[in-house]
């Protein structure tokens, strides 16, 4: 056991004028298995990248041990798995790789196929396998779940849950439950470190976000009041000053001891009214700072003249002669929020394309509804670049609403000027989700949509999507939107 020790932390891109942390300071202990979360664009990555030592900062990172970084370069993908592996460890026993291949339930046979060949879910485990053959180090593990399908979820928490000495970072409320014992959270204005699961941070942060905006409610009371006992009391002062000064005028004697002390006993009585106002603003201040916003999301579904929008039945489609998907069947109505499930390579996207109208082969019968309108959230982002403005032109959407949709979603301002291309992932994601939100459609098709955005925008969406019940076909791996969402399933192969 070791302790890692932040302090002072300073941090901003080159050109930019807002830092992503400022004097930051914070400690953790090298056995901790501790999950980082945090808003999309709040610095997670980069928090990583300053540990691992890649930017220049001020302040101080002390640490007895090394950090490594997952995901991290492979080199040439048409290698072996097993050379893949030597590159990145200088130095293992073979029985040790053996052994972390048996709990990701990898087969041996995996290392001697050239890397390229393996799926999202076979080189994530590899790598990450890899990692924890390393001695004496740190390791930081960013957003290891992304394409992953539930099983394969379910199976890295559980190797994760085994281990210590890492950092998470995650969006997935159920995996990070899964697998970690700590919390560390980049808030608008400070960071924190919290024991526990991420259930219990969010439940602890609730109980905060409540705490303190029944303060702010009755200091914004205390203030009103205190601003008003200020204004009567210098009305008060003013009047005693201008008797004193009339009663001269009109050449009576005024007992100005009296009357002068009367008029600054008012007045000090003003100035400690100030003052108390002026520590209640102070107060009030502190208050709110890292509460999170999270506006309500909206949608306008068009209606649709029937009540089935699309039957398929006994549907296979096949790549090269190969089926992807067989013998599927199954229909969607109105308002319903169907997930396709199913291992990765089953031939969930594939279904989606084909009711999108991509060129495909297929058997059996796929009936779409005349003059049905789509909205597509692809699982791609590396299309997306250019200014907001210019994407919202050629998507065809009001780009008020547009921009306003991602305001909501926790993007700044100064996020509007910036090309699409420099966004983190998380908020290109975003990009596609708004952009969906703003068109009327009657079926609306997303293909992992919540891959590397925030746990709060995944909340705002689900409250969203139970609230105006768009139609929706949908393919997530997030254990708690699916089964919050999903109205019906379409199981392919074994899930």
Partial sequence: MSLINIKNLTFSYDGSHDPVFENVSFQIDSDWKLGLTGRNGRGKTTLLNLLMGKYEYSGTIHASEGFDYFPYEVGDMNDDTL???????????????????????????????PFSTLSNGERTKILLAALFLKEARFLLIDEPTNHLDMEARELVGRYLRSKKGFILVSHDRTFLDQCVDHILSINKNNIEVQKGNFSSWQYNKEIQDQFELAENEKLKKEIKGLTEAA??????????????NGLLL???????GYTGHKAAKMMKRSKNLELRQENAIEEKSKLLKNLE????LSIKPLGYHSSRLVEAEGLSIYYDGRPAVEKVSFSIDSEDRIAIAGKNGSGKSSIMKLILGENLTFTGN????????LSYVSQETSHLKGNLKDYAASEG????????????????????????????????KKVLIAASLCQKAHLYIWDEPLNFIDVISRMQIEEMLLKYKPTLLFVEHDAAFYENIATKKVLLGSE
């Fill in 83 to 113: 050379t893949v592996i030597d590159r990145t460890v200088s130095d293992y026993e073979y029985w040790r790789l053996q052994k972390e291949l048996s709990l990701l339930d990898v087969e041996e046979e995996v290392l001697y196929r």
């Fill in 231 to 244: 204004r009567r009391t210098a009305a008060w002062s003013d009047k005693v000053e201008s008797t004193k």
């Fill in 250 to 256: 009109s050449g009576i004697k005024a007992d100005k």
């Fill in 293 to 296: 916003t999270a506006d309500d």
């Fill in 366 to 373: 796929l009936r779409i509804g005349s003059k049905l309108i």
């Fill in 397 to 428: 959407i009001d780009e008020s609403l547009f921009k306003a949709i991602l305001r909501k979603l926790d993007f700044s301002r100064v996020q509007f000027e910036k090309d699409i291309s420099d966004f983190s992932e998380g908020q290109k």
